[in-house]
């Protein structure tokens, strides 16, 4: 009984750890505009910017995955472990 819970409570964090990081995303995008507000939107991209294709005749796969980090995103991180701490 207490290993589905600590399971629930792990699918808990991880889906409020993914809302924060795409609402701070998202608000970081919005402020972009904004002169005083642009430095939310500052950040990193991380990962590949060329994709990776392997082609096998009659299968061509692509990989691809790149990451963008805000100051906003983070925010948005921490805010989230901060509910999930009071939940």
Do not use: C, E, Q
């Amino acid at each position: 009984m207490a290993a589905s819970a600590r399971s629930k409570n792990a699918w808990v964090l991880v889906l409020l750890l993914l809302a924060g990081v795409v609402l701070g995303s998202f608000i970081g995008h919005i402020t972009n505009g904004v002169s005083w507000l642009s430095w939310l939107d500052y950040g990193m991209t991380f990962g590949l910017t060329n994709p990776v294709t392997l082609d096998v005749g009659v299968l061509v796969l692509t990989f691809g995955l790149t990451i963008h980090f805000s100051i906003a995103s983070i925010i948005g991180i921490v805010v989230a472990a901060i509910i999930y701490h009071f939940i």
